[in-house]
C-alpha cells in the first residue's frame, strides 16, 4: 500500500508559476512510475504529466507541454510538478498517482486515470485572469 499526500495548490493569476509536491510514503518508492492528473469541477480526471522510476522518460498532456516539467526525487520519496505560464484552464484539482511494475517506456501508455493504483487527496489549483 502506498500513500500519497499532495500539496502546493493555490490561487495564482494567470501567467504566474506553482510547484506542486507529492510525498509517497514507501519504502520503495524508486519502483513506481508517478504522475499526476487533474480534474475540473463537472469534468472528467485527465491525463497532465507521468515520470518512470529512473526519472529518464517523462510525457505530457499536449495541452501542458513546454509550461510544465514533471520530476522526481527517489531519495526524498517524492515527485514534483513545476507549473509555468499558467492559464485559467488550468484550474483543477490536481492529483498525484502511482504504479508498480512499468518499464522505462511503459509509462507512455498509461495515460488512462483507472490505470493507475494508488491516488493522493488532490490539491486544488486555481489560475485567475
Known amino acids: 500500500q502506498v500513500q500519497l499526500v499532495e500539496s502546493g495548490g493555490g490561487l495564482v493569476q494567470a501567467g504566474g508559476s506553482l510547484r506542486l509536491s507529492c510525498a509517497a510514503s514507501?519504502?520503495?518508492?524508486?519502483?513506481?512510475?508517478m504522475a499526476w492528473f487533474r480534474q475540473a469541477p463537472g469534468k472528467e480526471r485527465n491525463f497532465v504529466a507521468t515520470?518512470?522510476?529512473?526519472?529518464?522518460?517523462?510525457n505530457y498532456a499536449d495541452s501542458v507541454q513546454g509550461r510544465f516539467t514533471i520530476s522526481r526525487d527517489n531519495a526524498k520519496n517524492t515527485v514534483y510538478l513545476q507549473m509555468n505560464s499558467l492559464k485559467p484552464e488550468d484550474t483543477a484539482v490536481y492529483y498525484c498517482?502511482?504504479?508498480?511494475?512499468?518499464?522505462?517506456?511503459?509509462?507512455?501508455?498509461?495515460?488512462?486515470?483507472?490505470?493507475?493504483?494508488?491516488w493522493g487527496q488532490g490539491t486544488q489549483v486555481t489560475v485567475s485572469s
Open positions: 515520470i518512470s522510476w529512473s526519472g529518464d522518460t517523462t
Open positions: 514507501t519504502d520503495t518508492f524508486s519502483s513506481y512510475a
Open positions: 498517482a502511482a504504479l508498480s511494475s512499468i518499464t522505462e517506456s511503459g509509462i507512455l501508455y498509461y495515460s488512462r486515470a483507472r490505470s493507475w493504483e494508488y
